[in-house]
């Protein structure tokens, strides 16, 4: 993302998961909380089946993601990757923007979530992307993470 962005554009990465990819929720909305009065933008690569999500979890986040918005960020969110519908949580919030992914003939990817809640469908499909295996590494990735920061 950093080498495709003006050098106006302050990217500030958190990792807010460990290696296998799990975290908990309280997780994230420190990360949040740690950056959203200082950016225009954040993107959510992560996301819940809705109805995984007890509904008090589901109100608390909403809340969260309505304080984020009304203070004028703009919060994008992966759709998911199960090539169903409906869209994963929070990119089914109607506070964030869910984005879907793309193929290059600019048709849904087989593996990207679809339906209500999806704001936006971009690229997400063989994008190439810095590997941390050395310097000058690259891999090809696809999902609906790399289309959401697009």
Same mark, same amino acid.
């Given at each position: 993302?950093? @080498? #495709?962005?003006?050098?106006?554009?302050?990217?500030?990465?958190?990792?807010?998961? %460990?290696?296998?990819?799990?975290?908990?929720?309280?997780? $994230?909305?420190?990360?949040? *909380?740690?950056?959203?009065?200082?950016? *225009?933008?954040?993107?959510?690569?992560?996301?819940?089946? $809705? +109805?995984?999500?007890?509904?008090?979890?589901?109100? =608390?986040? *909403?809340?969260?993601?309505?304080? !984020?918005?009304?203070?004028? !960020? !703009?919060? #994008? #969110?992966?759709? /998911?990757?199960?090539?169903? &519908?409906?869209? @994963?949580?929070?990119?089914?919030?109607?506070?964030?923007?869910?984005?879907?992914?793309?193929? +290059?003939?600019?048709?849904?990817?087989?593996?990207?979530?679809?339906?209500? /809640?999806? =704001?936006?469908?971009?690229?997400? @499909? %063989?994008? @190439?992307?810095? %590997?941390?295996? /050395?310097?000058?590494?690259?891999?090809?990735?696809?999902?609906? &993470?790399?289309?959401?920061?697009?």
């Amino acid at each position: 993302m950093a @080498e #495709c962005t003006p050098n106006t554009v302050k990217i500030v990465p958190l990792k807010i998961m %460990d290696s296998s990819g799990n975290g908990l929720l309280s997780t $994230v909305y420190k990360g949040i *909380d740690a950056v959203y009065r200082n950016v *225009d933008v954040i993107n959510i690569s992560l996301g819940s089946k $809705v +109805e995984q999500m007890s509904p008090q979890s589901k109100r =608390d986040f *909403d809340s969260f993601l309505r304080k !984020v918005k009304e203070a004028g !960020v !703009v919060v #994008c #969110c992966a759709a /998911g990757n199960n090539g169903i &519908s409906p869209i @994963e949580y929070p990119a089914a919030s109607t506070h964030a923007l869910g984005v879907s992914s793309i193929g +290059e003939t600019k048709t849904k990817s087989g593996f990207s979530n679809y339906g209500s /809640g999806t =704001d936006y469908a971009m690229p997400g @499909e %063989d994008i @190439e992307v810095p %590997d941390y295996s /050395g310097v000058d590494s690259y891999a090809i990735g696809s999902g609906t &993470s790399y289309s959401s920061p697009l």
